[in-house]
């Protein structure tokens, strides 16, 4: 395979752990039945401490991303155990990856409680309640630090408006909790009103995070983008990822420093069917589409991001938790069929 | 009006701004038809800071409240100007509330995208994230201090299984990101496991706070009563209020220091329609009748509790916020007439 300059693009897979070699054997194939000009540099995450990395994540592997500026990557679930960094803080904070970016869109077809959805949340994804700083002050009094700073905050706001102008989307929301917290908050709010002013053609708002929260379960087609801290980010990715139908349908792709995308399925490894040829495919294969789309491989993310859509939405070939009877072959089969 | 043994009780009322005074009045009529055995003190929020509160609540009505134990509060928005406290944050602090409960149940006739929520949030209202403490550590760098002390976490896991096991409750979630905060959510879960041993017959169980919003507009239904620290409370507790329609529906009560129950309309004054006689005045009613249960007037609060759910459940007197076309006093008239 090759790109039209008939050029082959390298980019680092990490399979991940439970079910995640399975549904990453899937894209592969969907990869391969789409002529995608992608080469994959496969890394498992290790069985000891890397000294270099002190997680379970080889150094290796997070050269390959540094290298190839691009990647995919499963579930992966820390192991048990004391002192160890979680696999995904660590790769968040090697590989720099400042915007968390989820695009979340009523999936025709699957019936949930919504059939409007058609948003983008947007997360700073290094700093906020994640600063790791937190201590007892005296026995029974304990503190945890929230940071934040102008540089992220004007990072992220600045991706979240060249997302909605490179997207086509019309508004931006930032989320806050600014009327609580002044600083923290303020500064951020601050930084977005910054950036706003160089985008006029793009809508600002700002909306208070229990008010969000309230709106997006009466009524998400208000939203369009939403930017946010952190921890909110954290919180109103997995609500909105919930009014779709949940994280195995919910794509992801993580912005790093030095121009890095490294998309991600972002649910769990289910390690009680792993092996089972029963996982659902489709948080991989739509964040593998969010990777093409990142190297401009358009017409190869249009047909298979299609070819899913289409899957789904015929109910032939659903998985267990859609409440269907295909395995993960099965659904593989049927996208690649529809390509 | 007298209570069995013939006496009256005396309750402070704070009508609040904006709509408050008309929702206000809606309440007394509504208590006048049931045979209510309250004697209102009522007090309006000051046109002046008043020094001894450092704000717009005079020192008199908080004494009211101190002395009565038991209120009822309408939507109070704080004067705009710098410096001066917040009128709900400084009710908090002043009267110790340390905890805000809010039952969330689907209201039968009230047609939203779920019918069958049946939970009870239970936020602590005193510290976390609303510790007000923040400040610049370098330009371009704030940092906001999140305080869990073992006393407040203590005391709200006490508050959430009493009010459990004293209400036919089966199960107390403790939401949470210890998994990230390991030492200021991690002490808020050890506060509560400590007093979840004393109540066997309840079951105890600890939620992630984002996989707990996933749940929340998923499956509702999974949830009985919620215990969490404040900002996860905010954010919880107004969710909750859009799965059933919204913040004029849900009532709520704060439980302070010595006994003092202050039950709260936590919609918005909504200065718009204020003296419009259009206001829906159900989260104050509803409040009220979370008030009386407090008292223990349980056939008064039956009776009005019900008359409420007949009004809104027939849909001919629902005012405008509800998609109809009822004033405050047709469908206040109407809920009398169904006592
Ligand atoms: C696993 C956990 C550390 C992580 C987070 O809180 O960021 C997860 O919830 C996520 O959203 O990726
Ligand atoms: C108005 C605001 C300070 C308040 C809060 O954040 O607690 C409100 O959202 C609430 O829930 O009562």
Request: net charge negative; proline share 4%; charged share 20%.
């Amino acid at each position: 395979f090759s790109t039209a300059s008939g050029e082959t693009v390298r980019a680092t897979l990490f399979p991940g752990d439970g079910i995640g070699p399975e549904i990453a054997e899937s894209v592969k194939q969907v990869f391969n039945v789409a002529g995608v000009p992608i080469e994959w540099e496969e890394h498992y995450v290790g069985t000891e401490v890397d000294p270099r990395t002190e997680s379970f994540l080889t150094w290796e592997s997070l050269e390959s991303v540094r290298r190839n500026k691009v990647g995919l990557k499963g579930p992966m679930a820390t192991p048990i155990g004391k002192g160890h960094r979680s696999l995904n803080l660590t790769l968040r904070k090697e590989l720099g990856l400042y915007a968390n970016v989820r695009p979340c869109n009523s999936l025709p077809g699957y019936k949930t409680r919504y059939d409007d959805v058609n948003l983008v949340t947007i997360r700073e994804n290094t700093e906020g309640e994640y600063s790791g700083l937190e201590h007892q002050v005296v026995r029974g009094v304990v503190e945890s630090l929230k940071i934040i700073t102008r540089q992220a905050s004007l990072r992220v706001a600045e991706y979240a408006f060249h997302y909605a102008k490179t997207n086509g989307r019309e508004r931006v929301s930032a989320i806050h909790k600014a009327n609580i917290m002044r600083k923290t908050d303020g500064l951020f709010l601050k930084c977005c009103r910054e950036v706003a002013e160089k985008y006029p053609e793009i809508v600002y708002e700002e909306v208070i995070i229990d008010n969000c929260c309230m709106t997006l379960v009466k009524n998400p087609g208000l939203f369009d983008v939403l930017v946010m801290p952190n921890l909110y980010g954290d919180i109103i990715s997995d609500l909105c990822a919930g009014l779709i139908g949940g994280l195995g349908l919910t794509p992801s792709c993580n912005i790093g420093e030095g121009g890095i995308c490294l998309a991600e399925a972002v649910h769990g490894s289910a390690p009680d069917i792993a092996g089972k040829n029963l996982a659902n495919p489709t948080a991989l294969m739509l964040s593998a589409v969010m990777m093409l789309r990142h190297l401009q491989f358009n017409n190869q993310a249009d047909r298979i991001h299609n070819a899913i859509l289409q899957t789904i939405s015929e109910g032939k070939f659903r998985t267990a938790d859609l409440g269907g009877k295909a395995s993960t072959s099965d659904f593989t089969k049927a996208v690649c069929d529809h390509i």
